[in-house]
């Protein structure tokens, strides 16, 4: 089978971009919006509406193939590819990229995400944005499985020789700023990891000793405990600081693991994982400092664990971080690492070399997108996999839920 047409059409993500580096300078929210300069080239204003590009891939039969171009929030900072805005993008894809697929014959996933994925653009001599290679890798994957007649998750496992899970992977709800009344929502509907809770801001959020933080743990396990919908309702809490403990404590390695230990008491029950404590400003100062963090609190024996985010963006970030035992997870942001053939070989590559696999994202997604990541959860096993798109707990987690439900259901009757 053959791909005769690729269309592209405009759409708009689950959430916005945001200027991370504004917000960490002070920039103040006002309502929705945020109020002050914008830092990151590329950004019109601190926050500003996400945008996506469907890739659509019109087979022989007359069936459509699609995945959606989409790029984080925190687009531009952190080593990441600069904004996405689609009216740039579309018109690189329908002239650089769409005359490669149409005509071609559908072969293998790995084969055909291969072509987006390592070619260079004849406009610039560089490989394409990362978002580009997310959405098109997408199409690849569901073209292959249409034309086989298969699920997409068991397209990856046949392919990377994994097999498709038996069981619903945990999901990881996040809360944005609504950190209270969206835990909530988490709690009731049993989700296994949450609630991200968006610890962007040191003197709104965090507290200039870290004590904001250490009161909303508190507040959350007693939430849970009191409420806990379910008898064996137990799940991991996991909170995202981007970096901001290292402004707290002065990047003073040993203090940000006392304080991640003394956090992992309050917890208790519930075991802790700590995104992001600190953000060196490049790769190589990061994986140190994750690596010298991780061993300070190993050495003190607590369950609680750190997971790398920031600089940690490709394939080849995450092999180096794994090596280097930096951190005790590292997040695959899917839409970081370009083609999703990189997030399967990233997802296994942390579980063949000790590193904890969390198959994570971005609010900043799109419904297909998450659909998408979800076939390549089902087929990896990671350890947990984001609930995306959005912030408000409802909708990615219905998402992310339903799809793999839908897997299970279906993967012994195809």
Request: charged share 25%; glycine share 8%; proline share 4%.
């Amino acid at each position: 089978m053959k791909i005769k047409k690729v269309i592209c059409s405009p759409g708009k993500t689950g959430f916005f971009f945001d200027d991370q580096k504004s917000i960490k300078a002070g920039a103040k929210n006002d309502g929705n919006f945020y109020r002050g300069e914008v830092m990151t080239p590329g950004f019109s204003a601190v926050r500003q509406m996400g945008e996506s590009i469907s890739v659509m891939f019109i087979l022989e039969n007359g069936s459509i193939a699609f995945g959606d171009c989409a790029a984080v929030q925190y687009s531009g900072a952190g080593g990441r590819d600069p904004l996405f805005l689609a009216e740039n993008f579309i018109p690189i894809i329908e002239k650089e990229i769409a005359p490669i697929y149409e005509g071609k014959e559908i072969t293998t996933f790995r084969e055909m995400a291969d072509i987006v994925d390592k070619m260079k653009s004849p406009s610039t001599g560089k490989i394409y944005h990362t978002a580009i290679r997310y959405g098109i890798t997408q199409a690849c994957l569901d073209a292959v499985a249409k034309s086989k007649n298969k699920l997409m998750a068991q397209v990856v496992a046949e392919e990377y020789g994994t097999e498709v899970s038996e069981v619903m992977i945990p999901i990881f709800t996040q809360s944005g700023d609504d950190r209270y009344l969206n835990a909530d929502k988490m709690i009731m509907k049993g989700a296994a990891v949450l609630p991200h809770a968006l610890f962007n801001h040191v003197e709104d959020k965090v507290g200039w000793k870290g004590e904001k933080i250490r009161d909303y743990i508190e507040w959350l396990r007693n939430r849970i405990l009191s409420l806990k919908p379910y008898e064996d309702y137990n799940p991991t809490l996991h909170i995202d600081v981007y970096g901001t403990l290292g402004i707290v404590f002065d990047n003073d390695f040993k203090k940000i693991a006392d304080y991640i230990c003394e956090l992992a008491e309050v917890a208790c029950p519930f075991k802790l994982r700590v995104e992001g404590p600190v953000d060196m400003g490049e790769k190589q100062k990061q994986i140190e400092a994750l690596a010298e963090i991780r061993r300070l609190m190993d050495a003190q024996g607590t369950d609680a664990q750190i997971v790398a985010d920031e600089w940690c963006n490709t394939l080849e970030d995450i092999q180096d971080f794994t090596t280097a035992k930096a951190g005790h997870m590292a997040q695959i942001k899917t839409p970081d690492l370009g083609g999703i053939n990189n997030s399967i070989e990233a997802v296994i590559y942390c579980k063949q070399n000790d590193m904890g696999a969390y198959l994570g994202g971005t609010c900043n997604e799109t419904n297909r997108s998450a659909e998408v990541c979800a076939h390549i959860a089902m087929a990896t096993s990671p350890i947990q996999y984001l609930a995306k798109p959005g912030m408000g707990v409802d909708e990615g987690y219905m998402i992310v839920f339903n799809e793999m439900s839908r897997i299970l259901a279906l993967k012994d009757q195809l």
